[in-house]
């Protein structure tokens, strides 16, 4: 029987009014968790320098069609 657990996280996203965003973020105890969703691998994905700069302290990773199961 597989082991299950449940995290709890705030959840977001994030856009600037220049249209810049961040797809889903977390934050667990005070720390940001960034996500970018791109179901294409190959699809070229990136963390806006504004979010890094207003939020320095955070983790980035691109979930796709590879690992979104792992993200699950």
Avoid at 22 to 31: C, F, K, M
Avoid at 55 to 61: E, M
Wanted: glycine share 2%.
């Amino acid at each position: 029987m597989p082991l299950h657990y449940k995290k709890y996280a705030n959840s977001y996203f994030w856009r600037t009014q220049d249209l810049q965003e961040v797809d889903y973020i977390e934050d667990t105890d005070g720390v940001l968790h960034a996500y970018e969703l791109k179901w294409n691998r190959n699809k070229k994905s990136y963390l806006t320098k504004t979010f890094s700069k207003a939020y320095p302290d955070h983790t980035f990773d691109i979930i796709n069609s590879e690992n979104y199961d792992d993200f699950l």
